[in-house]
């Protein structure tokens, strides 16, 4: 069973103070490891797709980057406007799978200005 | 790119009414997409997936006959939720999957689901 560890929960930043976020997995054949942002009362916006280990992508402020194990969410200098929970899914390679996604529990990143 | 859309995006009805909910890919088609129920401060919970042209597979616990879904094109997909009681008041959310070499999941704003 695919499995995926979201860490911290919650994080408070300052504007500018620069973290980072970090989500484990187990999955059986990794497809894909997909980041997401959710605001309050709107569905998640698609951020970044992972898929292998090395691979590195940016968008703006955000960087992410994937591992065996783990994905970390890399947050330069952030703005009250990055305030927001972020979501880590795998999509895993199990037979039947479907393309389904294994969402983390997310990070509440709020910065504060 | 990849825009999806749900309609509506809030609804209040009476308990015991059915209330329909759509899913639509706007710029691209799906042959498959997700509908997922999202409590309070937790992730979104996958309740079933939508094929165009075959039956729904639902997630164990999620109840077929109380959620229906119908996925009658490869831009829409529906999901009813038949004689609505107060315990299915949620936030649901849609999902399309892109396809082409890159299976990604892109998600509609929601709908927020109040039964009195």
């Known amino acids: 069973e695919d499995q995926v560890t979201q860490s911290p929960e919650a994080l408070r930043l300052q504007e500018g103070e620069s973290s980072s976020l970090n989500c484990s997995y187990t999955v059986s054949g990794l497809r894909g490891l997909f980041w997401y942002r959710q605001d309050p009362g709107k569905g998640p916006e698609f951020l970044f797709t992972?898929?292998?280990a090395g691979e590195e992508k940016e968008k703006e402020r955000l960087k992410a980057t994937l591992t065996k194990k783990e994905s970390f969410l890399h947050i330069t200098a952030p703005k009250p406007e990055d305030s927001a929970t972020y979501l880590c899914a795998v999509q895993g390679g199990s037979g039947g799978s479907n393309y389904k996604l294994t969402f983390g529990k997310g990070t509440l990143l709020t910065v504060n200005p | 790119g990849a825009v999806v859309s749900q309609h509506p995006s809030r609804v209040i009805c009476k308990s015991g009414t059915s209330v329909k909910i759509e899913c639509r890919s706007l710029?691209?088609?799906?042959?498959?997409m997700f509908w997922y129920r999202q409590f309070p401060k937790q992730s979104l919970m996958l309740m079933a997936t939508?094929?165009?042209?075959?039956?729904?597979?639902?997630e164990q616990g999620v109840e077929k006959d109380k959620f229906l879904i119908n996925h009658a094109s490869l831009t829409l997909s529906t999901l009813t939720v038949t004689s609505a009681h107060p315990e299915d008041s949620s936030f649901y959310i849609c999902?399309?999957?892109?396809?082409?070499?890159?299976?990604?999941?892109?998600f509609g704003p929601g709908t927020r689901l109040t039964v009195t």
């Open positions: 992972l898929y292998s």
């Open positions: 710029d691209f088609q799906a042959t498959t």
């Open positions: 939508s094929n165009e042209g075959s039956k729904a597979t639902y």
């Open positions: 999902s399309a999957l892109t396809s082409g070499g890159f299976y990604e999941q892109y």
